[in-house]
């Protein structure tokens, strides 16, 4: 391929990385995990399954009242939904922005509080790398690497060799940067600056984040072995304190795409 060719390639590539939906309706798509046989985290006769869905069912009330957004539940019932699967819906939506919804569980019943997790950059820490293992099931690297290819570019599909390296290297850069924004809006609009303290921002090789090619991010609302996070998640009050806090975050990350 001449040099021309290739900057020419390169150049679309980067043009549809940075064109944005930012004048239409930003579509989020909600995904509660886990549901169906999958509990999930399962402790105090508490599923995990059943906490997603509801913040996730409150998430989608909300944003179905703002006529700047959509979004699409990717389960609203308590059935079976495989990570492959979920990704494939997300993309077949057509999607601006993902939320991946978990809660969380820890042996050590002392750990508490919310985590926000996007697609890691760097080799992500001992804890974060268990963690992934325990929310991407057991999938195989075949399958991973299939899901990543199918949903690339499309410039990255005709691509052979280097360029196509590029443009994958590319491609997760600019994923892994909008992802990192979306989350920090979310975890800025969580608490207050001074309560901030039990939540954290993290990078994970989550499957459903790292597969999807819109802005994505995942959220651990709290630890279900810890009794003061597990009173708070089953409560219906701390789920719309929740649900309006992921929208505020929404809509500041919409703002700044207008800017
Ligand atoms: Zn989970």
């Known amino acids: ?31 509660p995990g886990h549901g169906g046989s999958d509990k999930g985290a399962n ?15 409150k998430l989608h009330a909300l944003i179905t009242k703002d006529n700047k957004l959509q979004s699409s539940l990717l389960r ?3 059935n079976n939904l495989s990570l492959p699967e979920r990704v494939s819906k997300a993309q077949e939506a057509s999607g601006d922005l993902y939320i ?12 508490y509080g919310p985590e926000f997790y ?42 052979q060799g280097d360029l196509r390296n590029i443009l994958f290297d590319m491609q997760r850069i600019s994923h892994i940067k909008k992802s ?11 608490q207050p ?20 090619n819109m802005p994505s991010v995942l ?12 009173r708070k998640l089953r409560s219906k009050g701390f789920q719309s304190k929740v649900v309006k806090s992921i929208y505020n975050g929404i809509k500041e990350y919409q703002k700044r795409l207008l800017l």
Not at 180 to 190: D, G, H, I, P, T
Not at 201 to 206: E, I, K, N, V, W
Not at 219 to 230: A, F, P, Q, S
């Open 1 to 31: 391929m001449r040099f021309k060719d290739l900057s020419f390639v390169i150049l679309t590539a980067y043009l549809i990385s940075f064109s944005s939906s930012a004048y239409a309706k930003l579509h989020i798509i909600i995904d």
């Open 43 to 57: 402790y105090y006769g508490i599923k995990e399954s059943d906490i997603t869905l509801s913040v996730a069912k």
């Open 76 to 78: 609203s019932k308590n």
């Open 100 to 111: 991946s919804i978990h809660v969380n569980a820890n042996r050590n019943r002392s750990i």
């Open 118 to 159: 996007f697609q890691s950059q760097l080799s992500p820490d001992k804890e974060a790398l268990y963690l992934a293992g325990v929310e991407n099931q057991e999938l195989s690297d075949k399958l991973r690497i299939r899901n990543w290819e199918e949903n690339s570019w499309p410039a990255i599909k005709t691509a």
């Open 180 to 190: 990192s924004k979306f989350a920090q809006q979310l975890y800025m609009n969580w």
């Open 193 to 212: 600056k001074r309560r901030r303290k039990s939540v954290s921002l993290r990078q994970a090789p989550f499957y459903v984040i790292s597969n999807s």
């Open 219 to 230: 959220i651990e609302l709290g630890y279900i072995t810890n009794k003061k996070d597990m």
